[in-house]
T-cell receptor, first 113, second 114 residues
Framework: GESVGLHLPTLSVQEGDNSIINCAYSNSASDYFIWYKQESGKGPQFIIDIRSNMDKRQGQRVTVLLNKTVKHLSLQIAATQPGDSAVYFC????????????FGKGTKLSVKP | NAGVMQNPRHLVRRRGQEARLRCSPVKGHSHVYWYRQLPEEGLKFMVY????????ESGMPKERFSAEFPKEGPSILRIQQVVRGDSAAYFC????????????FGDGTRLSIL
């Protein structure tokens, strides 16, 4: 079955530095990928998504990179701020279905002032 | 969180009781997804519904759990005869339903079983 993993469960960065959070997936048929941010006591908040026909997409201070060859995606946060501290999840659709998303276990990002 | 409303936010039940969790979608969203999250873990898919139809329930336990999304009113996740292992956060997400559109989540119901 599909599995989604994260390379590092915790990440600590200095305020103002860039953050990179990585994610690997297993199903080559997956074609839709989302990054979510979850703060304590809240639901996942949509950050950015990317479809398999792209390898890079940029938002405000965030960039998602997709490498289909090695089934890897990353989230880059520029000029990380204390408000970015949260758990970040990648989510992958299952083989093109619009139904369930497979979530990784999450990376906890801590930003040091 | 993008207008998805879940209630109650916290629910305490004793073993053997029933738990009912409600989810009201973002206006215009006709697709509802339920997920379960244990502490320090990612979300696990349970069920995907459209109005009056269950599309995918591959993540639902075979017994005690059911879900519905009636023509009128919120989606309901129902857990009968709750056990301690049902303690978790249950999240609802909704989408417009077109292929590869993001799911928007509510803030969840935290279920505690005494």
């Amino acid at each position: 079955g599909e599995s989604v993993g994260l390379h590092l469960p915790t990440l600590s960065v200095q305020e103002g530095d860039n953050s990179i959070i990585n994610c690997a997936y297993s199903n080559s048929a997956s074609d839709y990928f989302i990054w979510y941010k979850q703060e304590s006591g809240k639901g996942p908040q949509f950050i950015i998504d990317i479809r398999s026909n792209m390898d890079k997409r940029q938002g405000q201070r965030v960039t998602v990179l997709l490498n289909k060859t090695v089934k890897h995606l990353s989230l880059q946060i520029a000029a990380t701020q204390p408000g970015d501290s949260a758990v970040y999840f990648c989510a992958v659709n299952w083989g093109g279905s619009q139904g369930n998303l497979i979530f990784g276990k999450g990376t906890k990002l801590s930003v040091k002032p | 969180n993008a207008g998805v409303m879940q209630n109650p936010r916290h629910l305490v039940r004793r073993r053997g009781q029933e738990a009912r969790l409600r989810c009201s979608p973002v206006k215009g969203h006709s697709h509802v997804y339920w997920y379960r999250q244990l502490p320090e873990e990612g979300l696990k898919f349970m069920v995907y519904l459209q109005k009056e139809n269950i599309i995918d329930e591959s993540g639902m336990p075979k017994e005690r759990f059911s879900a519905e999304f009636p023509k009128e009113g919120p989606s309901i996740l129902r857990i009968q005869q709750v056990v301690r292992g049902d303690s978790a956060a249950y999240f609802c997400a909704t989408s417009r339903g077109q292929e590869n559109q993001p799911q928007h989540f509510g803030d969840g119901t935290r279920l505690s079983i005494l």
